[in-house]
């Protein structure tokens, strides 16, 4: 099975940078994604990691270390339009179709 | 580019009543699933399917079945609606080729039950 925890909820200052931490348990790793979703919208595709290290996309980053379960995603030069729930997904070796997601972070950009 | 396409975009139904739920897949895209997703929850995982076969079955109750046609369309067929099916229903699509597919969400169907 899967257990993937994230924080509840986050604030952060407009421009600032902030960091989402992730940390999973799984019986069978094959990736590591992460989606942002607005309230009543779906979820869309920021990254994915299937190795170590750091994978930037713009003002997103995300980071993984498999050794220790560990996976974040930076946000840099936060802007109001990024207040929405990020959700860290895991993907399962042994079932290529099956994602399983954490609960979500909200976060809470303020001016 | 082309995108998951849901419909309808959103149902109202009455308690005990059916509902269906069409999905379209990212053209090339093999693999469908379904999700749903109550207020200030993440997305549960119902069912998927590869190639027009189920391929993955998650917390899809009994009075809910699906199933992938030729043209690889997808459609989730709910009955003896409950006042708890309320919730937000996702369907996604993949490809089991190349390394690194994610699944790209549709933008969902809004089920509310009275």
């Known amino acids: 099975g899967q257990n993937i925890d994230q924080p509840t909820e986050m604030t952060a200052t407009e421009g600032a940078i902030v960091q989402i931490n992730c940390t999973y348990q799984t019986s069978g790793f094959n990736g590591l994604f992460w989606y942002q979703q607005h309230a009543g919208e779906a979820p869309t595709f920021l990254s994915y990691?299937?190795?170590?290290g750091l994978e930037e996309k713009g003002r997103f980053s995300s980071f993984l270390s498999r050794s220790k379960g560990y996976s974040y995603l930076l946000l840099k030069e936060l802007q109001m339009k990024d207040s929405a729930s990020y959700l860290c997904?895991?993907?399962?070796?042994?079932?290529?179709?099956?994602?399983?997601f954490g609960s979500g972070t909200k976060l809470n950009v303020k001016p | 580019a082309a995108g998951v396409i849901q419909s309808p975009r959103h149902l109202i139904k009455e308690k005990r009543e059916t509902a269906t739920l069409k999905c379209y897949p990212i053209p090339r895209h093999d693999t469908v699933y379904w999700y749903q997703q109550g207020p200030g929850q993440d997305p549960q995982f119902l069912i998927s399917?590869?190639?027009?076969?189920?391929?993955d079955k998650g917390s899809i109750p009994d009075r809910f079945s699906a199933q992938q046609f030729s043209d690889y369309h997808s459609e989730l067929n709910m009955s003896s609606l409950e006042l708890g099916d309320s919730a937000l229903y996702f369907c996604?699509?993949?490809?089991?080729?190349?390394?690194?597919?994610?699944?790209?969400f549709g933008e969902g169907s809004w089920l509310t039950v009275v």
């Open positions: 996604a699509s993949s490809t089991r080729q190349g390394v690194g597919n994610t699944i790209y």
């Open positions: 399917f590869y190639e027009k076969m189920q391929s």
């Open positions: 997904a895991v993907r399962d070796i042994y079932n290529f179709n099956k994602f399983y």
């Open positions: 990691n299937v190795l170590d």
